[in-house]
Structure formats: C-alpha cells, structure tokens
C-alpha cells in the first residue's frame, strides 16, 4: 500500500483518510534567514502541506545560469521544511503564472524558434533540461511510494494549462502526460501527482484540484463585480472567474465521480492589481472556506497563505507587467496578498480565522472525510438570491454536521428568524435558530464525542485534547450559553465551550497545552519545540492563559489568579490560569517630514531603528513594524546611498482603512541606513480606470498626503 493515496472521496495517508490543510509560500519570495520561523507559523495555523512555485524566471534569468542562493536556495528551503516537519507539494511549472514576469518563464525562452507550452519537441527538451536543474536541488526529499517520512509528497505539473494558455483540447491531455512523464524521467518518483483543474484547464488523468477567490482582482472591469459563488452551497468544483483576465473559464474536462474535491487554491488572500484594488477580509475568507467544506471539499488549500517581496531581477523587475503582454499592472516588489501570514510576516485576522478550520479538521478529519455532502433542494444556487438560507449537510449513518452560510462579501443577506432545520433523513431537528446577515457556522448531530453522544448542538466542535477534552465555540461572543447541546443520554466528559473571540485567539501546543491570548498576541512552536509567546499589544500589562501550569516564569511573567474559560453552563467550569507580563512594547509616532517636493518626503527612521536595537536584547523584541498612513494612488519606499536610490518596499493604496505596513527587521542584514529613506507617493485621482472599494477624501488634484508614521514593536518571549 501507498504511504500516499486517494480514492473518489479524499486522500488517504497510511491507510486512513486524511483532510490535511495546504498553505502557499513562495520562498524565493521570502527572506531565506526567516524561512523556518515562517514554516513554524503556517503550522500554527494548521497548515500540514506547505506548496511553492519553483519560479522558472527566478533561478536562470539568464540562460544557462542558474541561480540557486540566498532566497532562492531550493534545496535550503526543502530542509527547513523537513527541519520543521511539514510536507511539501513542489510546483515545478514550467509556466506557474503567479503574478510573475512572462508568468514565470524567463525571456530569453520566449525569443526561441519555438511555441511555448506545446508539444514542440524543442520546447519539450528545454523543459528537460530545466525539470533535471530543479530536481538536482530536491534529490534525496522525495517521498518514494511506502514513505510518510520524507518530505516532498508531491508534484503539480503546469499550471491552468488549457485554460490560461497551453493547448485547449484533447492535446493538452496529451502534453500533460509528456511533461509527468519527463518530471519522472528527471527523478521525481512521488506518491501524488496534480493538475490545476478549473475553468476548463487539462490534467492529463492527475490529481486535479480546484480553486475559489472570494472576488476577482484581475478582472478587467473596475466596478463592484457580481458576489462570487463560493459563497453557494454547490456539488460543481468549478470557478469560472478564476484567470478570467486570460479567458472565458469552462467546465471541467475530468470525471470528478473518479476524483476528490481538493482546492489548492481558495483564496487566502487577494493580491491587488493596478485598476483593481479589491481587500480580503477574514470573514470573506472564513465563510467561502466553510461553503467548501459543506459542498464536500476534503482539502483546503490556500493561495497565498504567506505573502511575500519579488526578489530583485538581473535584467529587469520580475513582476508581472502589461507591458510584457500581460493582463495587470502588479506592484513592482510587494506581493503581500493580504494573506493569513502578510508579507513581513504579520499574523493576520485571516490566520486565525482559518485555524478554526485545521483545528477541527485535525481532530475530526478522517471521520469528516467519510461524510459526503447532501445539499438540501431548496437551497439557493444563483448568486444574487440574497433572501434564502443557504444550508448544507456532510454526514453518512444519520450522524454528521448542519452547515450555514449566510454571508456574501460586500452583500446584505435576508436574516431568518425562529428557524427550524432538519436533517436530510427527517430523523433530526435542531433547535430553533436565528439567523442574521453575516452568519456562518457548521453544527454536529449524532456525533459521539468520548462516551457522550450529542444529538445536536448550537456550538461549533473546535478540537480535542490529548487527554479527550472536546472543545468548542460560540457563534457569537455571549457571556453565558443555556441549552447548548442536546445530549443523548448522560454527559460522561469534559467539554468546553468558548466564546468564539476567545477560539480564534487559542493555540495548542505539542506538549497538550492550550493558550488564549488577546487579539494582539499570538504562540508559535519553533522547529526545536521552543514555545514563543509574540505580542503587539499597547497594553501597559500583557496577560495570557494557559490550561497548564508553566514551568518557566523568570521572563517576567507572572500567575496572577484563575479564570473559568467555559461559556456553558451546563458542562461546568473550565478554569484557566493567568499570566501577567508587567511590561510595555514600545511603540510611537515619527514626525511627519517637511516635503522635499508635492510628493516626495523624507523619512528618517533612525530613531526608530535605535531604539529598537537597543532595546532588543533587554525586551526580547523581534521586529519594528512601521505603519504609514498616505493618501494616494501608490507609494515607494527607497534607501538613498551616494546619491542613488534604490527601491525597497512599494504598495498600491487601498483606502484610508489599510494602512501601508513595513517590517524592519529584514533590512537590518543588509545595512540599510534608515536616516536617509526617501518616501515617494503618487498622487490619487478619482478616476474610472481604478476601483477601489471605499474612495477617500482626497488632498488638492496632484498632491499626495503622508498623514501620519507609527511604529510598534513586536514582543517574542520564550515560555
């Protein structure tokens, strides 16, 4: 038996079903010094499958010359994965898109006497020859077919090909099977192999999975679009506005009744364009991820899940640009992609948002997987019906989950009150409910936690603990819930209900722990087993709790009481111990400069920079953040060096809500001088060739604003 499986229904791993979670980090993207932190993160949030793009463009940007250091250290990156414990999924391309240059392909591969991504047996040696180059770095990684321990288990052939690009019909089969045969050829031996699988794209006979993005920053028009219809409870896989910008999408060329519902791309995130500059929210992301869920899907896959900076090109910038015939207009380094880990490595709203998510499924997964999805009839399948519930079920022998969407980004959805549900047997019915706009959740019935079987539930199941402990949430942030569950008999274990605010601010720990931080802190497990308490809080005192008794309280913590955590009556208390950090995280303003000119300003950010540095080892700081509040239509960051400038950070304005944020820590190795930053904005004008979804009040025609400078300093401390 294969370590790596899958049948029509999910994945399987050493004989058991697995719903893993798959989060994209593109490494050359990434400073390579904090790739393991970065790794650490993802798996805090349940990530257990990190996926990359192996960036053609990236490592022989010249032909010939290939270029395998520093952020672009392939074999480096694998081994801080298998360092970190967590799997890996290369996408080897050749064409990866990505929002790269050329999507990827270096130029000098385009000026060839031959048709890229065809059968042309010229392109095909040359994609040879590059499959060996990328395999070199990887030897001795992979999974072979009986291993679990290794850390490559698999390999996604192309990209949308037949849908962006490539060959569109029975040929795209054919040049699919060509390029996993020459994948083989070049050593990858792997357990799984996959296809992008939307709009129409080939696969060849691999394991396709699917995508969904929660709005469409390449799409061409720059008006609020039609919702999306990842929020529709639904049996099709398929997106047709994925890579609209390239073409109409089409239906799949698969039989799916062969094949799992596995995504590799829902939306984490979206990364801005030029004319489009749509913001994901954590909300926006939760309930498209929790409609996937109920419609079958048993892999969640996101891109991005960690944003990052484009590496700077030999020849010319490496982002995608119209002017290399392509659609969008991209920032020239930024590709933050407002993902759950951001671009310096900030733990968003998202992140946490997605962790109630891989917390449940790591508990509950293999049974999950088992229970196919039953979606009512009367549930709505047109996306602009705004008035009927939309309501899903996964279950299998009269047990199973009630799932509820009732959120549309950028919509208002019809509340339901006194709502009454059944299961799809007739044999269950939950408790009444109501309703609002914005609501999304999942609840269990029939399900047998431990030697308690609750026959519904109007909590959400979260996880359990090493020692069955069944944690769950609250839909909404209550002081105290009555008649949360419907027990089947008596209750014979311990569970715990939080407060939803609370679950997204708990974290587990290898050691069977549970912390609850507050909205500005957060806990991260390193490679080495270290646990690290990071916080941003403004709080004179930082308090946390832990389920746990801490051993090491020499940082300055301090136990200062308990807590009852438990938000439900009717299964006891739940007391929590609280720890206090009698410390402030410094943080602040900087002047605003004098202008140099209308839009430019000076930035010295000096102070700043010593101040963080000097108080580093004395307060365990780990990085300065500082935020910039402009008004305009982008801006870019330059370091200043004998008279030159050279560009390090840039950014399309979002609104006055988003304010642009830089991490400095990164520049520290590089010697950056930060008294000479010069800041450049671009003017904003309302115009009909950007949309953007809240327009400010602008400054006079022509001037950009810089409003205001803040810094906050993070706080890592070792528990």
Same mark, same amino acid.
């Given at each position: 038996m294969c370590a790596y499986m899958f049948d029509n229904q999910s994945l399987i791993r050493n004989g058991t079903r697995w719903f893993p979670l798959m989060g994209e980090i593109h490494y050359s993207r990434y400073p390579k010094e904090f790739w393991k932190e970065s790794l650490c993160k993802m798996k805090a949030g349940g990530i257990d499958i990190v996926s990359s793009y192996v960036i053609w463009i990236h490592h022989e940007e010249i032909e010939g010359q290939y270029d395998f250091t520093g952020c672009r250290d392939l074999r480096a990156f694998v081994q801080a994965c298998k360092e970190c414990?967590?799997?890996?999924?290369?996408?080897?391309?050749?064409?990866?898109?990505?929002?790269?240059?050329?999507?990827?392909?270096?130029?000098?591969?385009?000026?060839?006497?031959?048709?890229?991504?065809?059968?042309?047996?010229?392109?095909?040696?040359?994609?040879?020859?590059?499959?060996?180059?990328?395999?070199?770095?990887?030897?001795?990684?992979?999974?072979?077919?009986?291993d679990t321990e290794?850390?490559?288990? $698999?390999?996604?052939?192309?990209?949308?090909?037949?849908?962006? !690009? @490539?060959?569109? +019909?029975?040929?795209? /089969?054919?040049?699919?099977?060509?390029?996993?045969?020459?994948?083989?050829?070049?050593?990858?031996?792997?357990?799984?192999y996959t296809a992008t699988g939307w709009? $129409?794209?080939?696969?060849?006979?691999?394991?396709?999975?699917? !995508? @969904?993005?929660? +709005?469409?920053?390449? /799409?061409?028009?720059?008006?609020?679009?039609?919702?999306?219809?990842?929020?529709?409870?639904?049996?099709?896989?398929?997106?047709?506005?994925?890579?609209?910008?390239?073409?109409?999408?089409?239906?799949?060329?698969?039989?799916?009744s062969k094949f799992p519902y596995l995504t590799a791309e829902l939306g984490g995130g979206l990364q801005v364009t030029a004319h489009r500059r749509t913001v994901a929210k954590a909300s926006d992301i939760g309930a498209m991820s929790l409609v996937k869920m109920g419609s079958g899907c048993n892999l969640l896959g996101y891109y991005m899940y960690h944003g990052g900076t484009n590496p700077y090109g030999k020849l010319t910038t490496l982002q995608e640009t119209k002017a290399t015939g392509y659609p969008n207009d991209l920032p020239e380094l930024s590709y933050d992609f407002r993902a759950p880990v951001r671009e310096y490595g900030q733990i968003s709203e998202t992140f946490r948002e997605i962790k109630l998510l891989s917390y449940f499924v790591h508990s509950y997964g293999d049974e999950f997987c088992?229970?196919?999805?039953?979606?009512?009839?009367?549930?709505?399948?047109?996306?602009?019906?705004?008035?009927?519930?939309?309501?899903?079920?996964?279950?299998?022998?009269?047990?199973?989950?009630?799932?509820?969407?009732?959120?549309?980004?950028?919509?208002?959805?019809?509340?339901?009150?006194?709502?009454?549900?059944?299961?799809p047997d007739g044999t269950v019915t939950f408790p009444e409910?109501?309703?609002?706009?914005?609501?999304?959740?999942?609840?269990?019935?029939?399900?047998t936690y431990g030697n308690t079987k609750v026959e519904t539930a109007l909590v959400t199941p979260f996880f359990k603990t090493q020692d069955n402990t069944f944690v769950f949430y609250s839909r909404r942030n209550l002081k105290k819930i009555k008649n949360a569950f419907k027990f089947t008999g008596e209750l014979k274990d311990r569970f715990l209900v939080l407060s939803r605010e609370d679950a997204l601010n708990t974290w587990k720990t290898s050691d069977g722990n549970i912390f609850i931080t507050d909205s500005d802190s957060y806990i991260i497990e390193?490679?080495?087993?270290?646990?690290?308490?990071?916080?941003?809080?403004?709080?004179?005192?930082?308090?946390?709790?832990?389920?746990?008794?801490?051993?090491?309280?020499?940082?300055?913590?301090?136990?200062?009481g308990m807590e009852d955590k438990n938000i439900c009556e009717e299964t006891g208390s739940f007391p929590f111990i609280k720890y206090e950090l009698e410390n402030s995280i410094k943080n602040g303003s900087i002047n605003i400069p004098s202008s140099i000119n209308e839009n430019r300003f000076s930035l010295n950010l000096s102070e700043v920079y010593k101040t963080f540095i000097s108080s580093k080892d004395i307060n365990s700081y780990d990085d300065c953040f500082i935020s910039i509040d402009y008004t305009g239509e982008s801006a870019r960051l330059y370091?200043?060096?004998?008279?030159?400038?050279?560009?390090?950070?840039?950014?399309?304005?979002?609104?006055?809500?988003?304010?642009?944020?830089?991490?400095?820590?990164?520049?520290i190795s590089r010697n950056i001088d930060f008294s000479t930053l010069e800041l450049e904005i671009n003017p904003l004008v309302h115009t009909d060739s950007i949309f953007l979804e809240k327009w400010p009040v602008l400054p006079k025609e022509g001037k950009a604003s810089l409003n205001k400078v803040d810094y906050r300093c993070e706080l890592k401390i070792m528990l």
């Open positions: 414990n967590i799997k890996l999924l290369l996408r080897i391309g050749p064409w990866s898109h990505g929002e790269v240059r050329n999507g990827g392909f270096p130029d000098w591969l385009l000026q060839k006497d031959f048709k890229v991504r065809t059968n042309d047996k010229k392109y095909l040696s040359t994609v040879k020859k590059w499959y060996k180059e990328i395999y070199k770095q990887v030897k001795g990684y992979c999974c072979s077919p009986k290794n850390t490559i288990i $698999g390999v996604q052939i192309e990209n949308e090909f037949g849908h962006c !690009g @490539g060959l569109y +019909d029975e040929s795209g /089969d054919i040049h699919m099977k060509k390029l996993q045969k020459i994948a083989k050829q070049a050593g990858f031996k792997v357990p799984l709009g $129409g794209a080939r696969t060849g006979g691999m394991l396709p999975v699917m !995508g @969904g993005y929660c +709005d469409a920053p390449w /799409d061409q028009r720059t008006t609020k679009i039609e919702p999306s219809g990842n929020y529709i409870f639904t049996y099709e896989r398929n997106d047709h506005n994925i890579g609209s910008d390239h073409g109409l999408g089409y239906g799949i060329t698969f039989d799916q088992e229970m196919k999805a039953q979606i009512p009839s009367d549930n709505p399948l047109k996306v602009d019906n705004m008035e009927n519930l939309r309501y899903s079920f996964r279950c299998k022998d009269n047990k199973g989950y009630l799932f509820v969407n009732n959120y549309v980004r950028l919509e208002k959805l019809a509340s339901h009150k006194n709502q009454v549900i059944k299961t409910m109501n309703i609002e706009d914005q609501d999304y959740f999942f609840l269990p019935y029939n399900i390193d490679e080495k087993g270290n646990i690290n308490f990071y916080s941003n809080s403004s709080e004179n005192k930082i308090c946390f709790y832990s389920c746990m008794e801490l051993h090491n309280d020499s940082k300055g913590f301090k136990k200062i370091a200043v060096e004998d008279g030159k400038k050279h560009l390090i950070a840039d950014n399309f304005y979002l609104g006055e809500d988003y304010k642009w944020e830089i991490g400095l820590k990164r520049f």
